[in-house]
């Protein structure tokens, strides 16, 4: 059974993630993912990598944590995710907490996408040299993890670096949400066999693919799976794909693929844009459940 989430760039002038989450909750959906940026640089230096013109929501976009916290005050079951949270933006033992709270305070349905940024001006005025994003972000989840699972909990590292701490509440998952990598490179799957639980690419248009690079989805679940199971992790990886249209042909080739979760993309836009595409995006999801 394919899971099916939707994804909304929650901003000042959207439906509010509440809202959202009620809705999409009622209709059988199975999670709820917003995306994260704390500003975007005015100076615009960094290339988009989805285009020339940047979207309006970039930098309209409210924190991911205190709107999946108001979702999680209206909803019982639908979990609430990231997609992605920005790591190297982020202090480790702030943001350990901040998890752990929305894990703690809705009953453990985190999920934590992941990843470490394109936009270079960005984490620089965060402190982060663009060169080391992918070493900051991995000691950052290692930290957060000990924080998660140790009564003291400290690390040493070149980029994080405490002695032993107290932080409460600890998760209501063991170990802590799932955390789920949100990049395509050669690199990526090491890294999820390291410190991640499973891959979250976002969508390609295939019509579109080839201008842009195209990501092999079916071989990069493979060779996921083939490091999986080297290195003796448990179970399997999970596989979450975001960012997908009204297509329910495209939707059977991804789950072919091997997705186990399916997570449509919605319009930063008022309730009376987006309740007809969750509408929509229910009716197919249902299709391929029933």
């Known amino acids: 059974m394919t899971d099916f989430g939707v994804l909304i760039f929650a901003t000042d002038y959207s439906i509010t993630p509440a809202n959202l989450a009620q809705a999409a909750e009622a209709r059988g959906f199975e999670s709820l993912f917003v995306p994260e940026h704390t500003h975007i640089p005015a100076s615009r230096l960094t290339p988009w990598p989805g285009g020339r013109d940047l979207p309006t929501e970039y930098w309209h976009t409210q924190d991911p944590f205190v709107g999946l916290a108001t979702a999680a005050?209206?909803?019982?079951?639908?979990?609430?995710?990231?997609?992605?949270?920005?790591?190297t933006e982020r202090d480790p033992i702030l943001m350990a907490k901040q998890v752990a709270t929305l894990d703690f305070l809705s009953?453990?349905?985190?999920?934590?996408?992941?990843?470490?940024?394109w936009n270079v001006e960005e984490m620089a005025n965060h402190g982060v040299a663009f060169g080391e994003r992918w070493s900051v972000l991995r000691e950052r989840v290692l930290a957060m993890q000990q924080i998660w699972t140790q009564e003291e909990a400290e690390y040493h590292g070149e980029h994080v670096d405490f002695?032993?701490?107290?932080?409460?509440?600890?998760?209501?998952?063991?170990?802590?949400?799932?955390i789920l990598l949100g990049a395509s490179s050669r690199w990526t799957f090491?890294?999820?066999v390291e410190y991640g639980h499973g891959w979250f690419p976002i969508h390609q248009d295939p019509g579109r693919a080839a201008a842009q690079g195209a990501v092999d989805y079916a071989a990069g679940i493979a060779?996921?799976?083939?490091?999986w199971v080297e290195a003796g992790r448990e179970g399997e990886p999970d596989c979450?794909?975001?960012?997908?249209?009204?297509?329910?042909?495209?939707?059977?080739?991804?789950?072919?693929?091997?997705?186990?979760r399916v997570v449509f993309g919605l319009p930063s836009a008022d309730a009376d844009a987006v309740v007809p595409m969750l509408d929509r995006y229910a009716e197919i999801g249902h299709g391929f459940n029933a």
């Open 73 to 87: 005050a209206v909803t019982d079951s639908i979990k609430l995710g990231t997609g992605i949270a920005l790591i």
């Open 163 to 178: 002695d032993p701490i107290w932080s409460y509440p600890k998760p209501v998952q063991p170990g802590g949400p799932k």
């Open 107 to 117: 009953n453990g349905r985190v999920l934590l996408g992941v990843g470490a940024g």
């Open 223 to 227: 060779e996921l799976k083939r490091l």
């Open 190 to 192: 090491p890294r999820i």
């Open 240 to 260: 979450t794909i975001f960012g997908v249209g009204p297509n329910p042909g495209r939707v059977e080739e991804l789950i072919e693929m091997g997705f186990n």
